[in-house]
């Protein structure tokens, strides 16, 4: 700080410090801080301390602070420009943790201004969620829906797992309803579009696609628009055959594509009571839920 403080011009009155690690300031704090340094000849902003505080010794003997006197300092602080300079000079080789302390220790009276409660400083990895909370960057939903005739002479393929079934479902890649849900949940959260959109039934190159590498090259889509998937459930709608032994590998071949750990992913099957056409035996329905988040 000193160091720049020898760069600025002469005819510099006021002066701003910021810490670069809190990205979300706002114009209106910076335009606060700078109207109260020009006023009081310092400007810092702070929030009233929320938390109970203790000092604790080296002993283990905590006491109580009253945190009516206490504050959260931010930045940026503002600084009448040559007053700032002047305390830089003067402080010595003590420690200090702002440019507040800087002119505290040379003797200048410091008035606070109003902060905010978003100016976080990005210091954890927590920090950098909230920050993402507060700028609308951080997970995002989408919804899948897909649904398949069921006819003879085609395997039944679901979630990437071959299903023993006298039927299979009818489209043109592999028909799995599953795995085509999760796509369309991915890129819906990612506002990509959906499946038809990417894969078309119309071009010759997917027909009998393995819907698994459709859904891998979404995942890879989702990556170069800055987004990874974090959570995958799936519900699998058909009367007949019973899914249950099949449930882990299906798991399995989702977490895989998805390059997610099994315990993010989720498969569920449900029958219908015999009511509608996956009741009756005609298709299979799928519904699929999917969260995003932005890539580290």
């Not at 951080?138 to 069921?150: C, E, F, M, N, P």
């Not at 071009?203 to 170069?224: C, H, M, N, P």
């Not at 798991?251 to 997610?260: D, T, Y």
Request: aromatic share 6%.
């Amino acid at each position: 700080i000193r160091n720049a403080l020898r760069l600025l011009p002469a005819q510099c009155e006021v002066v701003l410090v910021h810490d670069g690690a809190r990205p979300l300031v706002s114009h209106a704090l910076v335009a606060r801080v700078v109207e109260a340094s020009r006023t009081h000849g310092s400007a810092i902003p702070a929030l009233p301390v929320t938390d109970t505080i203790k000092q604790v010794a080296d002993d283990g003997h905590a006491t109580t602070l009253d945190r009516q006197c206490l504050r959260y300092v931010q930045t940026p602080q503002g600084f009448h420009a040559q007053a700032l300079i002047a305390a830089y000079d003067s402080m010595g080789e003590g420690q200090f943790t702002d440019d507040a302390a800087v002119m505290e220790h040379a003797g200048y009276t410091i008035h606070f201004v109003e902060g905010e409660r978003k100016n976080i400083k990005l210091t954890t990895g927590e920090d950098v969620l909230m920050a993402q909370a507060f700028l609308g960057t951080g997970t995002r939903s989408g919804i899948g829906y897909d649904v398949h005739r069921l006819v003879v002479d085609r395997p039944l393929i679901l979630c990437g797992v071959e299903v023993p079934f006298e039927k299979g479902l009818l489209g043109h890649s592999d028909a799995d309803a599953g795995a085509h849900a999760v796509t369309d949940a991915l890129l819906g959260a990612a506002a990509l579009g959906d499946i038809g959109t990417h894969f078309p039934d119309t071009d010759s190159a997917y027909q009998g696609a393995d819907s698994l590498k459709l859904l891998s090259r979404a995942v890879a889509l989702l990556k170069q628009h800055g987004w990874v998937p974090c959570n995958v459930d799936v519900t699998l709608v058909l009367q007949r055959p019973k899914l249950l032994p099949y449930i882990p590998h299906m798991r399995e071949k989702l977490a895989a594509a998805c390059g997610l750990a099994l315990d993010c992913v989720s498969v569920k099957a449900k029958t219908t009571e015999g009511l509608g056409f996956e009741g009756v035996g005609e298709g299979i329905s799928a519904y699929a839920t999917a969260t995003i988040a932005p890539v580290q």
